[in-house]
């Protein structure tokens, strides 16, 4: 995996719950800045959404602080750095890698 992937950019969220999806976290996040993607499965507890820049996921990682997502359910937001930060891309990097992969030869 490369090294130089975007430093300070995605903020993780837990905490999440049944009613969350991704609209209702892009909704949440977009005050504090524009949101490239959101990694998210229905009812599970955690979400990844990464910011156009370091300075949108800080404010959105301050922002969202027991933010409520949907009726019951608050964020706890942290912005991913050092080596979680590394192995969230690297996971990602991993998956597109055998995405891309497993697709040749398809029509």
């Given at each position: 995996m490369p090294e130089d992937y975007p430093k300070g950019v995605?903020?993780?969220?837990?905490?999440?719950?049944?009613?969350?999806?991704?609209?209702?976290?892009?909704?949440?996040c977009e005050p504090f800045g524009s949101v490239e993607w959101i990694e998210y499965e229905r009812s599970t507890p955690e979400a990844f959404i990464r910011f156009e820049t370091a300075e949108h996921a800080t404010a959105a990682a301050a922002g969202l602080v027991d933010k409520e997502i949907v009726a019951g359910i608050t964020a706890a937001p942290t912005l991913l750095e050092g080596d979680d930060e590394r192995a969230f891309f690297k996971r990602k990097h991993d998956s597109m890698w055998t995405?891309?992969?497993?697709?040749?030869?398809r029509y």
């Open positions: 995605v903020v993780g969220v837990a905490g999440l719950g049944e009613g969350v999806d991704r609209e209702k976290l892009k909704e949440a995405r891309k992969n497993n697709s040749k030869g």
